[in-house]
């Protein structure tokens, strides 16, 4: 049966773990960042807070990990994107936490301006002042892979091997056998969502309702602490750094750390 472009994006890759609990009453929806799928949540992240009582789903937005696209990936939007987010909230019994890494922040922050959420959760975030630093420093170190990748909307190659992938996403502390395995399951991003990220459409703070956690990363070599603490500063509160951790929070080796600020920041609101 041939599906329509619409149903066939709703068709989207979720992980689901856990259940909601008194102590947790409310679900807890990870957005990865460019390149990602839901599972760099699943790695870890997912059975941590399933583990403690809460319900914990990632989505894989469309044409990444198993979620399908029908228009092609290079021209997916940033609305696109949080049609996607918004698509999995509708189904949860209770509007979600929201946590979003790298551009999945970007997409939470786009994604809190006009939808309802218990609290926003960013790590390692592309800040309200957008990507073009990040595509700056990306255009120093692979200036030939991206500058083909506007070309052809293939930009996997400006970040897609285990070198690079460490270079920008991992810490010295994660073993070669994972930076390898991570890196082979990275996948192509959206052209259009790179334009819209750095200059197109950049987030609003001021439209976003929601408390807000903010977090980042010491050795990120994506956005500098300066852009994280900027971040922070919109939302009207304090950036926390944590150290010896590349951009890939989730997946560092010492991501629990991680996972158990956002538990305490979580249930000292009730959540």
Same mark, same amino acid.
């Given at each position: 049966?041939?599906?329509?472009?619409?149903?066939?994006?709703?068709?989207?890759?979720?992980?689901?773990?856990?259940?909601?609990?008194?102590?947790?009453?409310?679900?807890?929806?990870?957005?990865?960042?460019?390149?990602?799928?839901?599972?760099?949540?699943?790695?870890?992240?997912?059975?941590?807070?399933?583990?403690?009582?809460?319900?914990?789903?990632?989505?894989?937005?469309?044409?990444?990990?198993?979620?399908?696209?029908?228009?092609?990936?290079?021209?997916?939007?940033?609305?696109?994107?949080?049609?996607?987010?918004?698509?999995?909230?509708?189904?949860?019994?209770?509007?979600?936490?929201?946590?979003?890494? &790298?551009?999945?922040?970007?997409?939470?922050?786009?994604?809190? #301006?006009?939808?309802? +959420?218990?609290?926003? @959760? %960013?790590? /390692?975030?592309?800040?309200?002042?957008?990507?073009?630093?990040?595509?700056?420093?990306?255009?120093?170190?692979?200036?030939?892979?991206?500058?083909?990748?506007?070309?052809?909307?293939?930009?996997?190659?400006?970040?897609?091997?285990?070198?690079?992938?460490?270079?920008?996403?991992?810490?010295?502390?994660?073993?070669?056998?994972?930076?390898?395995?991570?890196?082979?399951?990275?996948?192509?991003?959206?052209?259009?969502?790179? &334009?819209?990220?750095?200059?197109?459409?950049?987030?609003?703070? #001021?439209?976003?309702? +929601?408390?807000?956690? @903010? %977090?980042? /990363?010491?050795?990120?070599?994506?956005?500098?602490?300066?852009?994280?603490?900027?971040?922070?500063?919109?939302?009207?509160?304090?950036?926390?750094?944590?150290?010896?951790?590349?951009?890939?929070?989730?997946?560092?080796?010492?991501?629990?750390?991680?996972?158990?600020?956002?538990?305490?920041?979580?249930?000292?609101?009730?959540?």
């Amino acid at each position: 049966m041939q599906l329509d472009p619409c149903e066939a994006d709703r068709m989207l890759e979720v992980i689901d773990k856990g259940s909601v609990s008194d102590a947790h009453p409310v679900p807890l929806l990870f957005v990865h960042g460019a390149w990602h799928g839901a599972w760099c949540w699943d790695e870890y992240f997912l059975s941590f807070f399933a583990d403690r009582g809460y319900r914990a789903l990632a989505v894989s937005l469309r044409g990444h990990g198993n979620s399908p696209t029908q228009k092609p990936l290079r021209w997916c939007s940033i609305t696109d994107y949080v049609e996607d987010v918004a698509s999995v909230a509708r189904d949860l019994p209770t509007d979600p936490v929201v946590i979003g890494h &790298s551009m999945g922040g970007y997409i939470v922050q786009k994604y809190l #301006e006009s939808h309802n +959420a218990t609290a926003g @959760v %960013l790590l /390692a975030s592309l800040p309200p002042q957008g990507a073009l630093r990040f595509v700056g420093r990306l255009l120093r170190r692979v200036p030939w892979p991206l500058a083909k990748a506007m070309v052809t909307g293939n930009s996997l190659p400006c970040i897609g091997t285990p070198q690079l992938a460490r270079e920008f996403f991992f810490s010295a502390g994660v073993p070669a056998a994972d930076v390898a395995r991570y890196s082979a399951r990275l996948s192509n991003e959206s052209q259009r969502i790179t &334009s819209e990220a750095m200059f197109l459409n950049l987030p609003r703070p #001021e439209r976003v309702k +929601a408390p807000m956690l @903010v %977090l980042g /990363a010491e050795i990120d070599r994506c956005f500098t602490h300066k852009e994280v603490h900027a971040t922070a500063r919109a939302y009207g509160t304090e950036a926390e750094i944590f150290p010896g951790m590349g951009h890939d929070m989730m997946l560092e080796p010492d991501w629990a750390a991680v996972a158990q600020r956002i538990d305490t920041w979580l249930g000292d609101r009730g959540l």
